[in-house]
């Protein structure tokens, strides 16, 4: 016989949740690699929680689940009702794996291998955001007070974030954190490289969830007794 719908949703789910958790750990892994060559800059919130780091201890990761706390926090509040579960995880998962990447990664010495590794750092971020972003889950804490903002001003998504990076950038700055040029190649291009890896994402999730259900499909397929083809 052939799979239940429930059966199909549970594949699905499974195919999804397997997206999200491994978009969060490219994610992570993107966002360290940047930091072992901070003297180039870093994404703006990257700046922030690294200067809270350098002014009251802890670790980076740690100040961008403290981050992420409040701003869920706040947008509960706001919004009357419950965070999703993805965003509680993204706020939590990110951190821990900044931090695991960060203690795992060496930092390059040369030059040439310092700028490699922060552009590929740039786009392992997109593409971990593309991932994670794909399945639909739950937007990441950030995302949310985006969307939040966006939504009460009538505001431009792209005018909302960008404000909102200046803001946590120059917050950072004041705090020690590392800003240079890479701080502005990320702010400006991070968002183009989205609008690819993000489409390319969610083409890669559709075509697992349906190749699974026809290899399912074909591998319940009942013989034919009398089969002669």
């Known amino acids: 016989?052939?799979?239940?719908?429930?059966?199909?949703?549970?594949?699905?789910?499974?195919?999804?949740?397997?997206?999200?958790?491994?978009?969060?750990?490219?994610?992570?892994?993107?966002?360290?690699?940047?930091?072992?060559?901070?003297?180039?800059?870093?994404?703006?919130?990257?700046?922030?929680?690294y200067g809270l780091f350098l002014q009251l201890g802890l670790t980076v990761g740690t100040w961008s689940i403290i981050?992420?706390?409040?701003?869920?926090?706040?947008?509960?509040?706001?919004?009357?009702k419950w965070p999703q579960v993805g965003t509680i995880l993204n706020m939590v998962l990110i951190g821990v794996f900044i931090d695991f990447f960060n203690w795992?990664?060496?930092?390059?010495?040369?030059?040439?291998?310092?700028?490699?590794?922060?552009?590929?750092?740039?786009?392992?971020i997109a593409l971990?955001?593309?991932?994670?972003?794909?399945?639909?889950?739950?937007?990441?804490?950030?995302?949310?007070l985006m969307l939040l903002i966006t939504k009460a001003t009538g505001w431009k998504v792209s005018s909302v974030r960008n404000g909102i990076e200046i803001i946590v950038?120059?917050?950072?700055?004041?705090?020690?954190?590392?800003?240079?040029?890479?701080?502005?190649?990320?702010?400006?291009f991070l968002g183009t490289f989205v609008g690819y890896t993000l489409p390319q994402a969610k083409t890669w999730l559709q075509f697992l969830i349906m190749k699974g259900d026809m290899y399912e499909d074909i591998y319940q397929r009942p013989l034919r007794a009398n089969h002669h083809d």
Request: glycine residues 14%.
């Open 169 to 188: 950038a120059v917050l950072g700055f004041a705090l020690g954190g590392p800003v240079g040029a890479g701080t502005v190649f990320i702010a400006l």
């Open 67 to 80: 981050a992420g706390l409040l701003i869920v926090l706040t947008s509960s509040v706001l919004q009357k």
């Open 128 to 144: 971990g955001i593309g991932v994670y972003v794909a399945p639909e889950i739950g937007a990441g804490p950030r995302d949310s």
């Open 1 to 49: 016989m052939t799979m239940t719908h429930l059966q199909r949703k549970k594949r699905e789910n499974f195919i999804r949740w397997s997206f999200f958790f491994i978009g969060l750990v490219i994610l992570g892994l993107g966002i360290s690699m940047t930091m072992q060559v901070k003297e180039f800059g870093i994404g703006p919130w990257d700046v922030f929680h």
């Open 104 to 124: 795992l990664l060496p930092e390059p010495e040369t030059l040439i291998m310092q700028l490699f590794i922060f552009i590929s750092g740039t786009f392992v």
